[in-house]
């Protein structure tokens, strides 16, 4: 077995070194290659844009015209000629030529150039014709822009060659472009001194990867696979049953860190039997891991009742709306798949976002955060929007009549252990549960999902520009005496909803802020406006309500409770 697990670890170092030989020398290569291949054809490429420009700048576009109609040489015909000739011969270049384009598929030769070594096939007489490809854009570029190519065209091998050119308009006297000037440059010239360069590089980096990774396997076979090999022994040992195995250790590197980790794992493993017999036993009074971190426990063992802590947090509440409703001619079982399917498209979102499950309830449950409110109006919104999508797909049962509300509060909280010896749970006391109790049930009444007291969003940075909310208006907190504003939320409504409460949203808060003036009358138009574009809102018929009901007492405005929901 030792020799066939040694055998094991050379072999696969091994065949870790062919494969990142190989695949360091493919990389380096291909990188290289496009290095330098790109280099090359930039300098090809600026050479032939010059020598374009240069040939274009001898040719009289006027004359050039005159040249493609009658196919008549003169005396500066020759001279231009010669000159292009000369230019072909002093530059590294394989054809430059000047073509008239006559017609969709068809280009005239005005000018071509040749030295003693061109075969006379490739050459392009005055008059001659040349079919014109218009899959090749470099052409009808320089003739549309005026301006040469700023890019090599690449052109497919023919009889001319494989070929990369660039195209330079000849100009006329009104500065039109009347044909092109060619420039080809031979691709296998550049193709041929990228290889040069890239072979010889590539050889040298192979040989020096080649000598690293055999050194590196020598240390790696006196240093690593030896001292493993020892080290599985005693894992082994201790596996068998042999809880107090010690490895030898020797040296101050990875494996004798390792060695002294496993001694110590080795003696704790024995220590710890005992402490987790001990959790076994405390699993039935299960209580969330993060009220353990609040009440200051490192483990379910400490908790004792009655302990509790004052703290403060961010309270969401969730609930079905009609669950009665929904549920009532469901049987138990498939009650319970319903219910379970809700929550497991509904709580991730919240644990996401840090949230903690405290309590699942009838149709609902609660959850507290120690993070921000905005994590939790986020998750309250992500979940909003992911059961839109779900309903909408008509992925849920009850698609027709099933949606959420929220409610969301924050402030001091009292978290206590409640119950008795045999078993317990934890528990949330605070005006802000009840706040947050209260929001979600209200929540259908609004024709809202997400309700959230003035307290909470003054505590997210930026809600009043990150989020499309609305002032829903105030609210009392019968126990303490408080009032407080609290607000809607739209921005997990459905898209019908979340428009027509923005398009509403001035004249909505308007009246809202005149009620809380106690000028009723001029709230109840506001409202009426309201209506008028957006029938179905149940908050602006409350107001409206409320308003017709007022506005008549004016002796009384004063004693008139400008609070539209008790807590």
Known sequence: ?????????RARF?????????????????????????????????????????????????KFDEYAATLQKDEAYEITQENLNRIRRTQDVVFIYALKVISDTETLYVFDTWDENTPKDSIGRLGGREPYNPEYKGIANALETGKTNDKFEITEITRFGYNATIYAPVLNSMGKAVGVVGI??????????????????LSVML??????????????????????????????????????????????????????????????????????TGLNDGYHKFVPLEVFKILQKTDITQIRLGDYKETVLSILSMQINNFDKITEMKESKKLFAYINQIYSETVPGIQKRGGVIGEYYKGGFSAFYQSSCQDVLDSAIIVCQHMNKLKKQGELEESERFSLAFGISHG??????????DRFSSSLISEQITASEYLKTIAWKYRALILITGTAAEQIPGFEQQYSHRLLGMMYFKTTGKRERFYDVYDGDPSEDREMKELTKEKFEEGVKKFLAREFYEARLCFIEVLKLYRLDYAAREYLYLCNQYYQMEED?????????EC
């Open 1 to 9: 077995m030792r020799m066939k697990l040694k055998f094991g670890l």
């Open 14 to 62: 091994i065949l870790i070194f062919l494969v990142f030989s190989v695949i360091i020398s493919a990389a380096s290569g291909y990188i290289t290659q496009k290095k330098y291949e790109a280099t090359i054809l930039k300098q090809y490429q600026d050479n032939a844009i010059q020598t374009a420009n240069l040939a274009a700048s001898f040719i009289d576009g006027d």
């Open 184 to 201: 080809d440059v031979a691709m296998n010239d550049i193709k041929s001194t990228v290889n040069e360069a890239v072979t010889g590089l």
């Open 207 to 276: 040989l020096i990867i080649t000598l690293c990774f055999l050194a590196l396997l020598v240390v790696v076979q006196t240093e690593f696979i030896h001292p493993v090999r020892v080290l599985k022994n005693c894992v082994q040992e201790m596996a068998n049953g042999k809880l107090g195995v010690q490895a030898p250790v020797k040296g101050n590197n990875e494996i004798s860190e390792i060695s002294r980790i496993f001694n110590r794992m080795s003696f704790n493993i024995s220590v710890h039997m005992q402490e987790i």
């Open 412 to 421: 001091s909280v009292m978290l206590g252990i409640v119950g008795n010896d």
């Open 557 to 565: 405005a004063q004693e008139i409770q400008i609070c539209i929901e």
